[in-house]
């Protein structure tokens, strides 16, 4: 099996025919190595390599021999290096496997690598010191997105056909956006975070992935899904499994668009017209689409304030662990300028201010709740710009504190963290392109807490009427056909 016909499936297609035993797990792994090769250099999405897993998979399992990737943080992997993009943490190597790698290996995945993430995932923009900066597959010039940066380029660059994401405030959805994906942030509780935690930043991070294809998406969430023994809270179990969704009618569905950010932000023009023209396909599914009166519950700066305290406090407790267990300083020697403010922001917290900041997660939540009992989905863009010029989040940081931070991360991205914050499901869909650059543009779809399954059918739909999947980035230009 060659690149071209590697990546001409998806992780769903790898799998049948290895089932079929048309092709073998070794040839296939072969060809995810050799688009590594080619692409790598150019975008430094995939930071390290290693020789497949020689554990035993299981027979029959559902992806078995499927190259994946995991992220450089969230997941451990025994006896691999878990970094999380940061200096502080270099070397560091994992004892045991978490919860969701051992569900990974029980799918059959054959995961050979790890992708790149911002410093401690704590940017929409892959550009940490300790790598370098994560490039676009569509333009090397602009960002990758982030804090799963690593991850969409490497999916979108055809290297795997799904990767591991995680998101806290877009990183899955942002990632998908800029690099033309299929991405799902799941509900809070839908797949576990342990056994290390119970949840991460007070349930504002979920684990999910990117992929070319709505199906495989679908099927990786049915295989890694469902509690775990002393989680905290379980999502809802679903009605049938989320691969049977996807081929389900949405029927006519009744869905509010919010073409402005809370916060302010004005989105712009590509961005706009490529919202409209979503509309205008949404319309003609028979969808009922009007203008949104969702509101956040909450001022943008009061939700922006609490967003800051929750995330740098737990920031904090994490760079003290990480440096307790290095023997490393924590200063400019081991953390970026944005992160280390960071940081010391989150030390001066107080136990009355984070428990203020979780009020306004309930707020945000009751809020949504209502939109929610009103309408079936909020379409909102993804991001308000077109995939952004690398350095463009770096500009100045090294003047902002930890508030002032997060409002530069929530400002390039102010349409997604309210789901993460209300913890309930969103994805962001690549309906269109931009005309004049050909950069993919992503529409962010959100339903009701535990509704995956609504919005994997609306997702299959939408495949259906402008497939995405055979779009080529111009990185591989010259080298092979298009998928």
Excluded at 219 to 229: F, I, K, R, S, Y
Aim: one cysteine or more.
């Amino acid at each position: 099996m060659d690149v071209t016909e590697y990546t001409a499936f998806d992780a769903v297609g790898l799998a049948e025919l290895i089932a079929r035993r048309q092709v073998s797990p070794a040839e296939v792994e072969a060809a995810a190595r050799a688009a590594a090769r080619a692409v790598g250099p150019r975008l430094n999405a995939v930071v390290e390599t290693w020789p497949a897993d020689d554990r035993p998979r299981p027979g029959g399992a559902p992806l078995a021999g499927v190259p994946f990737l995991v992220k450089d943080l969230g997941v451990t992997m025994a006896g691999r290096r878990t970094e999380l993009g940061s200096r502080l943490a270099a070397g560091n190597v994992a004892a045991e496997d978490s919860t969701l790698m051992a569900r990974f290996r029980a799918a059959g995945l054959v995961t050979f690598g790890r992708t790149a993430t911002p410093e401690l995932a704590y940017s929409t923009t892959t550009e940490p010191v300790l790598y370098g900066p994560t490039r676009n597959p569509w333009d090397p010039t602009r960002s990758a997105g982030g804090s799963s940066g690593g991850a969409g380029a490497a999916v979108a660059a055809g290297i795997v056909p799904i990767a591991h994401a995680t998101d806290a405030a877009g990183s899955i959805r942002v990632p998908a956006a800029y690099n033309g994906l299929f991405g799902m942030k799941p509900t809070r509780g839908r797949i576990p975070v342990g056994p290390a935690v119970d949840e991460i930043f007070n349930g504002l991070a979920v684990h999910g992935s990117v992929s070319r294809t709505v199906r495989d998406s679908a099927v990786l969430l049915d295989l890694v899904g469902g509690p775990e023994a002393g989680d905290p809270y379980v999502a809802p179990q679903p009605e049938r499994p989320y691969a049977q969704e996807v081929r389900r009618d949405p029927g006519s569905l009744r869905i509010g668009v919010l073409a402005q950010a809370w916060g302010g932000r004005r989105t712009t023009a590509p961005v706009l017209d490529a919202l409209s023209r979503t509309v205008r396909l949404l319309e003609s599914l028979g969808h009922r689409v009007e203008q949104a009166e969702a509101e956040l519950g909450v001022g943008w700066e009061q939700f922006v304030l609490a967003n800051a305290r929750q995330w740098t406090a737990n920031l904090t407790v994490m760079v003290d662990e990480l440096a307790a267990a290095t023997g490393r300083p924590v200063d400019f020697s081991t953390l970026e300028a944005p992160i280390l403010a960071s940081y010391h922001y989150g030390r001066r917290v107080t136990g009355p201010e984070l428990v203020t900041a979780l009020a306004v997660r309930n707020q945000v939540s009751r809020s949504l709740a209502r939109y929610f009992a009103a309408y079936d989905v909020l379409l909102t863009p993804t991001v308000p710009d077109l995939p952004v010029p690398l350095g463009t989040h770096g500009r100045g940081a090294e003047a902002l504190d930890g508030l002032g931070w997060l409002r530069r991360i929530l400002d390039h991205s102010p349409f997604t963290a309210a789901f993460n914050v209300a913890g309930t499901p969103a994805m962001s869909v690549p309906v269109t392109a931009d005309p004049g650059t050909g950069l993919p543009v992503g529409m962010q779809f959100a339903a009701g807490y535990g509704r995956e399954g609504l919005l994997f059918r609306l997702a299959g739909q939408l495949e259906q009427a402008c497939p995405w999947s055979d779009r080529t980035p111009p990185v591989w230009a010259g080298e092979r056909p298009g998928r």
